[in-house]
């Protein structure tokens, strides 16, 4: 076996390997772990129901709030899309940014609390991609408009009864000027 090879089956396998077995369903807390997770396969894939996070945005003109709508479409899905779908690439990575948004925002309220994060939340990497994200996605769907709102919401299923959920807004962004 090549000493390369033996290196990083000894680096990754064992520490996986006791991780796996003593740790089971316990929550592993930390940054690191999380950023492995990739190297260490879950075969619990539909094991309970979770947040689901959703943006949605609406128009203001003069005042006036719109209605609120998501601003991520659904994905469509046709035999072309088994070998090439871009759109579905991206409602995925932009599914992922909504989620490590919702993380840091969890994150950056603990902080808070404890008196170490000073700053606010717009200052966020991931807030300025996710106004980015709704900006984009308002133009495309209203390139007239001039003034937007979006709104960050997790939609929970009910345990009893899997068809109903409820919607909990997370954070709710100030009026935002659209650029053409």
């Known amino acids: ?54 943006l949605q945005i609406r128009m203001v003109i003069s005042g006036e709030f719109g209605p609120w709508e998501q601003a991520l479409p659904k994905t469509r899905r046709s035999p072309t899309t088994l070998l090439l779908h871009a759109q579905g690439n991206f409602l995925l990575a932009a599914g992922s940014l909504l989620q490590q948004f919702l993380s840091d925002l969890e994150d950056h309220q603990d902080l808070q609390a404890r008196g170490l994060a000073n700053g606010e939340i717009s200052e966020l990497v991931t807030y300025q991609l996710v106004q980015d994200l709704a900006l984009d996605q308002f133009r495309r769907s209203h390139p007239k408009a001039r003034h937007c709102q979006f709104k960050l919401c997790t939609l929970i299923q009910d345990e009893e009864n899997p068809l109903l959920s409820r919607v909990d807004d997370v954070l709710l962004s100030p009026v935002l000027a659209v650029n053409s």
């Open 1 to 54: 076996m090549p000493p390369l090879l033996l290196y990083f089956t000894l680096l990754l396998g064992v520490p996986g390997l006791l991780a796996f077995f003593k740790i089971g369903k316990a929550q592993v807390p930390g940054k690191t772990i999380h950023l492995l997770r990739a190297f260490f396969p879950s075969w619990r894939f539909f094991e309970d129901f979770g947040e689901v996070p959703a």
